[in-house]
């Protein structure tokens, strides 16, 4: 399998590839983006993931695509948002806007359409790679710390935590990969904390498999 992966930033993305071998439980090739990046992070998205996507189907030999953003401070998804527009939820923004780019695709000759996963982090990627460690995070635990609620953690915990204090970028690729691969072997856990946006993204990449 040809992957493209789309993330936040290049730890995120070589910790994502790890993760999606996990799933598969095989190899995959990674395909690099085609397109420059003017910016990142859920301020481009609108602009930046329409591009991605877009160079990854006409001018990649990719076949799937893996799109991941953390929540950062907006809602966590739930299933009755489907349907409703006006939900701040970032998962229910990717599955719009991908559906949409999607159908204005013209048909590739002789090649498959791309099949895309996208995932939502909460609040942020670190906290999947720090499930199962004495740190309570999860879905449910972040909807609380969204109320209000002092649950342990914070982003900024969660990102100093794994990195420690600004970090060296070649630094936090390395950290990244070592976490990914722990993580690797326990994902019956991280989908059990974190059902929305890291299970139903897995089950999709797991459907890939012939
Ligand atoms: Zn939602």
């Not at 923004?93 to 559906?99: A, D, G, P, V, Y």
């Not at 996963?117 to 906290?127: K, N, S």
């Not at 790679?129 to 004495?134: A, F, I, N, S, V």
């Not at 936090?172 to 904390?193: D, G, R, S, V």
Request: glycine share 6%; proline share 4%; charged share 35%.
């Amino acid at each position: 399998m040809r992957i493209t992966i789309f993330s936040e930033s290049s730890a995120d993305e070589a910790a994502l590839k790890i993760l999606v071998e996990g799933i598969l439980g095989e190899k995959v090739e990674e395909e690099p983006r085609k397109n420059k990046l003017r910016s990142r992070g859920f301020a481009s998205v609108e602009n930046e993931l329409p591009v991605v996507i877009k160079s990854t189907y006409y001018n990649t030999d990719a076949d799937s695509l893996i799109v991941v953003y953390d929540s950062d401070d907006e809602p966590v998804h739930e299933k009755k948002h489907y349907g409703n527009e006006a939900e701040k939820c970032r998962l229910c923004f990717l599955q719009r806007k991908i559906s949409e780019v999607v159908k204005s695709l013209k048909p590739r000759p002789e090649r498959n359409s791309l099949k895309i996963a996208f995932g939502v982090a909460v609040p942020a990627i670190e906290a999947w790679y720090l499930c199962g460690t004495k740190i309570p995070v999860g879905e449910e635990s972040w909807k609380r710390k969204l109320k209000g609620e002092k649950v342990g953690y914070d982003r900024t915990s969660l990102k100093e935590e794994i990195y420690g204090v600004r970090p060296f970028r070649q630094k936090q690729i390395e950290t990244a990969i070592k976490e990914a691969k722990k993580l690797a072997q326990n994902l019956e856990l991280l989908e059990e904390k974190f059902p929305e946006g890291f299970s139903i993204f897995a089950n999709e990449i797991r459907s890939w498999k012939q």
